[in-house]
Nanobody, 122 residues
């Protein structure tokens, strides 16, 4: 499985962005995909995850109500819609995949994309 993120950029506080993760290769229904982020001087942090088969999701408390993770099985893509962004959301956002159920720890994910920069600033 190869992952490639896109959609990052510079946005003003209160703005929105949609990140996309293109998935190459066959994706079994038992896979889970996640978004993580790593801000300047910070450890990598779980954002959200979705199960490829049953579409169940899980979110970090810091993004609940603002971010939405979704997937398009036909297009082999995972999305992260980010609304009401604030400067604390500034980070490199990475897409990750694992075989198995929802998980929030990065050590449980095997496949990673290269990341895309999101900067929230006025």
């Amino acid at each position: 499985v190869h992952l490639a993120e896109s959609g990052g950029g510079l946005v003003q506080p209160g703005g929105s962005l949609r990140l996309s993760c293109e998935v190459s290769g066959r994706v079994p229904s038992t896979y889970t995909f996640a978004w993580f982020r790593q801000g300047p001087g910070k450890e990598r942090q779980f954002v959200a995850c979705v199960n490829w088969g049953d579409s169940t999701t899980w979110y970090a408390d810091s993004v609940k109500g603002r971010f939405t993770i979704s997937k398009d099985n036909a297009e082999n893509r995972v999305y992260l819609q980010m609304n009401n962004l604030n400067p604390e959301d500034t980070a490199v956002y990475s897409c990750a995949a694992r075989y198995g159920n929802l998980a929030t720890q990065d050590a449980h994910y095997v496949f990673w994309g290269q990341g895309t920069q999101v900067t929230v600033s006025s």
